[in-house]
């Protein structure tokens, strides 16, 4: 186009092209920085080196991010680091630790891959805040709330001494995510002894010891559970055909993996012809594309399927600008299939997280519609999130257990009473 308008419009084109882009034609060169920052048509930008993708990943990842000091940077390892213990400080996490002069509210959150935390299966199980507020003009204590992933944990009112304090709070598995978030809340009733007062704030504090304990949980074939594999080494299955739009592809490809927490430095991509199958050997994210003999739930011609046995519980056809996020279990590998559903998938600019199910539809807007196959009226989640103590939960059971064993004393009791007796007739 631009050499069909002219002479003058290519050689403007050239100049352009040599003064604002020559820094992303040249790259970071070989053998020279890993990851530098240029300005590319008047904005800053990072620049990659072609063979240093997943280090510095790992380098820009929460834990390293800090250390990125420079506009030139070599990168020989940025490495997670594997959790070797059941405690993990909230503090490691993000800006969690520190003073809050507050007056009505304030919040400090911290942020964490799931797959980050469960390298062995351990996944979050208690939330433990240690806290510390000084009472406002009136002598009345803060509340501290504590959330996970916007569900509300715990609140306490705390004391109004100053003195530190220990909320803890358990993780209900359906609060779990592919990223998640911990945020501690703290709220105020505002005092002023006098009219003329004015609003005074006050501190409260998030103490270093705050933490995140870890358990051992099962983990089923969903999202949850693809998340905690697909932080390990991991392949993302794209067809050759998505290269010809690489912009929105590649735009498509980061929030998908971001969402079900696919992690950058240990994914290897694999570009595939399309309609081909694939043949993983490791976890895996896929789009558009399938092993073999596993049925996608969202078809080409823009049906999405939801099956159910002998026949398909949701078959439904037309849909356009929406897309199916499935995990599947094929050849002893969780993985998790994407397709558009219609001629036109969603564009994904909002960020959105996939929290229950195996089964999602995304329409673009951030809304996720979830499905579990294997759960579809939420009995088990019912089941699994019950707060009460597991004693409250058997109450009837427990009773009755305390009554048979109350019958059987009382019975052997009489039982030998009559013995007695029996036997001081006989002496007789």
Known sequence: QVGASGGDAATAFAAWRGSDMVALEKGTGTGTASVSVAAVAGR??????????????????EQWRAYALG???????????????????????????????IVTRGD????????????????????????????????QGAVASIYFNDYLLGAKVLAADGKPQRLVAKVPAYALAARNEVRVSFLRQPARPYCHDPATAFPVSILPSSHLKLAKRTLDTDFVG??????????????????????ASLAKVIAVASAVGVAPQAAELKVVAAGTAISPARPYLAFALAPSGVDPAGLKDGRLVVG?????????AGL?????????????????????????????????????GDLAVLDGSGVVSDFDSHDPYGARLAQTGNPQPWWQQHMVWLLVLVG???FALLAARVAQIRRRRASGTSGH
């Open 108 to 139: 400090r959150t911290a942020s964490f891959e799931l797959g980050a935390l469960s390298a062995d299966g351990r996944l979050p199980e208690q939330v433990v805040v240690d806290v510390s507020a000084a009472p406002n003009a009136a002598g």
């Open 308 to 316: 159910g046995g002998k026949q398909p519980l949701l078959d439904v």
């Open 44 to 61: 800053p930008t990072l620049v990659v080196g072609a063979d240093a993708g997943a280090k510095v990943a790992g380098l820009l990842s």
């Open 320 to 356: 356009d600008r929406a897309a199916a996020v499935q995990v599947v279990d094929a050849g002893g590998h969780t993985g998790v299939l994407y397709n558009d559903l219609g001629a036109q998938g969603p564009l994904l600019d909002q960020p959105f997280r996939l929290l229950r």
């Open 226 to 247: 693809a998340a905690s594999q697909l932080a390990h080494a991991n392949d993302v299955f794209v067809p050759a055909t998505w290269l010809q739009d690489a912009p």
């Open 404 to 406: 048979l064993v109350v």
């Open 71 to 101: 506009r030139s940077l070599q990168v020989a390892q940025a490495s997670p680091v594997v959790v070797g213990e059941d405690t993990v400080l909230l503090s490691r996490l993000g800006n969690m630790a520190g003073t809050l002069d």
